[in-house]
């Protein structure tokens, strides 16, 4: 069965066959090696209350939301990137997996080839281009927001927290492996057998190799086109993603077919932690998406969920792989019946990371009420956090909203490139029909006409269209401007600031100066006394440099100079402790 042109590695994989020091010279690949973290196995992994059952956990770890990588088969069959005459362990082994930052996950019904948390196996998946159908390889939102802090030994499950998955050095390895399996013969000999198992015929292996072929070409003109235009200059590196950048390339370059539409990448954000996203007014960092089904489908797109954009048969134009219903099975869990009734965040287990000064968090919390509470609100689930009219904001669409407060750039002074960049960009719409348009209007327009597309195809009621768009207009802007979210659960989700360019709490409280300009990620070792990563080397890990494009660790400062980004007077190295220790009741 022949893969469309639409079923393939593309953006997200493809720039690893790139990587690739050489080509097939007499069916041997020269092979450039990845530095990867060591697999380390943790003790034991706690799994903390957030109000969630194990059944609740499994639907959002592994129900499939339309996003394919690349056929199931071919994913199982693959060989790591490894030499070997005899053959290399499996691609799809948990403890390799593991290594680019994927937490692992058991057996069971959900997941019974016992794949990482965020990986989906569609059995359902059709091409809505040629409607082909094929079991595919997936991502949900799982697989970024689902942390996991590592302290003597043990391992701490955070349920909608920051992950630290490198899906660069993922796509690359990805890349390596299958450019490998079809320039090796022996090795593409292996695959195939596993592949076609007892419908193995020199007939078949032939047609597989050519499928695996248009698959890899594909990628490849796509990843060349990338490269010349330098659309991704800026190493994201584990936990982090320019995930605007990259939604916008997909839809208006990729599914457009319009490499101009591209613009280069250069605002790498730190996965944010998602519980309560549901009862916030306005998401993403900087405010822009404030419908539920929007913002998941905007999210599907960016995973590669493709969509019918040619108007030549205006019968499927808008259909997509993006399955809404399963989409909200996923919503449903996360956000429950209204606000700290679904999945909640985190409280610091002290039997893991040690007990809290209560009485240095008292003190705390009066200098956070004076100092930080007038940006990001009283924390959610405490007296006040939904009562006053500051807070608390009505909807007549369902139950009430918090009211996030945005803080315009020139304020704030932290890295403007995610903001600008979404606020500036423009592309040629196509068969949308639209003409030249910002990014927030093409965006607006393609989810909704998705949506409305989706809706129609399943017979979804009024009245349940309603439910699952919140009760809200699909709605998208770009303010010049971030949001600051309730701080409950901050403890949990480090490094900080919206690009992951502080390493923990305290330095966050600290002048500008005393931030460090480099230091590593890629590891998970905790730092209880100062809330955050230690961020010494990691072998294999990431060199975080703050002076690099995007990776900016200026604003959200107290000090008694003046300057922009200076919100608030200087703390004392007593209030911060207090600050950071009162953080870790919330």
């Given at each position: 069965m022949s893969a469309s042109p639409k079923l393939r590695v593309s953006v997200f994989v493809m720039v690893g066959v790139l990587i690739l020091i050489g080509a097939?010279?007499?069916?041997?690949?020269?092979?450039?090696?990845?530095?990867?973290?060591?697999?380390s196995?943790?003790?034991?992994?706690?799994?903390?209350?957030?109000?969630?059952t194990p059944a609740q956990r499994n639907v959002y770890y592994h129900t499939p939301q339309g996003?394919?990588?690349?056929?199931?088969?071919?994913?199982?069959?693959?060989?790591?990137?490894?030499?070997?005459?005899?053959?290399?362990?499996?691609?799809?082994?948990?403890?390799?997996?593991?290594?680019?930052?994927?937490?692992?996950?058991?057996?069971?019904?959900?997941?019974?080839d016992g794949l990482?948390?965020?990986?989906?196996?569609?059995t359902t998946y059709a091409d809505p281009n040629t409607n082909v159908k094929r079991p595919v390889l997936g991502l949900t939102c799982a697989a970024c927001h689902t942390g996991e802090v590592r302290y003597k030994g043990n391992s701490v499950r955070i349920d909608g927290g920051a992950g630290q998955a490198d899906f660069a050095k993922f796509q690359q390895a990805l890349g390596l492996g299958l450019a490998w399996t079809y320039y090796d013969p022996l090795r593409f000999g292996r695959f195939a057998h596993a592949v076609l198992q007892d419908k193995y015929s020199k007939e078949s292996e032939a047609a597989l190799k050519t499928d695996v072929k248009q698959f890899l070409d594909a990628g490849l003109l796509e990843t060349e086109g990338d490269l010349r235009g330098k659309i991704y200059p800026v190493a994201e590196g584990p936990g982090r993603t320019d995930a605007?950048?990259?939604i916008g390339n997909y839809v208006f370059g990729t599914e457009l077919q319009n490499q101009a539409n591209k613009q280069p990448a250069t605002a790498p954000v730190n996965f944010p932690p998602i519980w309560d996203a549901s009862w916030l007014d306005w998401v993403q960092y900087n405010g822009s998406i404030t419908?539920?089904?929007?913002?998941?489908?905007?999210?599907?797109?960016?995973?590669?969920?493709p969509v019918v954009m040619s108007a030549a048969d205006p019968e499927k134009q808008f259909d997509s792989s993006i399955n809404v219903l399963n989409l909200e099975k996923i919503e449903e869990a996360l956000a429950g019946a209204g606000p700290g009734k679904g999945l909640r965040s985190p409280q610091w287990p002290e039997e893991v990371l040690g007990k809290i000064d209560r009485e240095q968090a008292a003190e705390g919390h009066a200098v956070f009420v004076e100092r930080c509470e007038r940006c990001h609100g009283t924390p959610l689930y405490q007296e006040g956090s939904f009562t006053g009219q500051r807070w608390y904001k009505p909807y007549a669409g369902g139950p009430?909203?918090?009211?996030?407060?945005?803080?315009?750039?020139?304020?704030?002074?932290?890295d403007p490139n995610e903001a600008t960049n979404f606020n500036e960009r423009k592309a040629d719409s196509g068969p949308l029909g639209l003409g030249v348009v910002s990014a927030a209007e093409g965006l607006e327009v393609l989810g909704g006409k998705v949506i409305a597309k989706s809706f129609a195809r399943l017979g979804v009621p009024a009245e349940q269209q309603t439910a699952m768009e919140g009760g809200r207009p699909n709605k998208v802007i770009a303010p010049l401007a971030y949001k600051a979210r309730p701080l409950n659960g901050i403890w949990s989700s480090p490094p900080f600031l919206h690009n992951g360019s502080v390493p923990n709490l305290y330095l966050l409280l600290s002048p500008v100066e005393e931030r460090p300009k480099q230091f590593y990620v890629g590891g998970r070792e905790y730092d209880p006394e100062n809330v955050g990563i230690?961020?010494?080397?990691?072998?294999?890990?990431?060199?975080?440099?703050?002076t690099k494009q995007g990776n900016s660790n200026q604003g959200h400062e107290f000090s008694d100079k003046s300057k922009p980004g200076v919100i608030g007077p200087a703390l004392t190295p007593e209030q911060r402790r207090a600050i950071v220790e009162y953080m870790k009741t919330l």
């Open positions: 097939a010279i007499g069916g041997v690949v020269l092979y450039t090696r990845l530095a990867l973290p060591a697999y196995k943790p003790d034991h992994v706690v799994y903390l209350e957030q109000n969630w996003s394919v990588l690349l056929p199931y088969e071919w994913f199982k069959a693959m060989e790591q990137p490894k030499f070997s005459l005899t053959g290399a362990p499996k691609f799809s082994d948990a403890e390799y997996l593991s290594r680019f930052g994927f937490l692992e996950d058991g057996k069971s019904p959900a997941n019974p990482p948390v965020g990986f989906t196996v569609d605007l950048a990259r419908q539920p089904l929007g913002r998941n489908v905007g999210e599907a797109m960016g995973v590669m969920s009430a909203l918090f009211r996030v407060t945005s803080i315009p750039l020139k304020v704030i002074g932290t230690k961020g010494n080397y990691v072998s294999g890990g990431f060199l975080f440099d703050t």
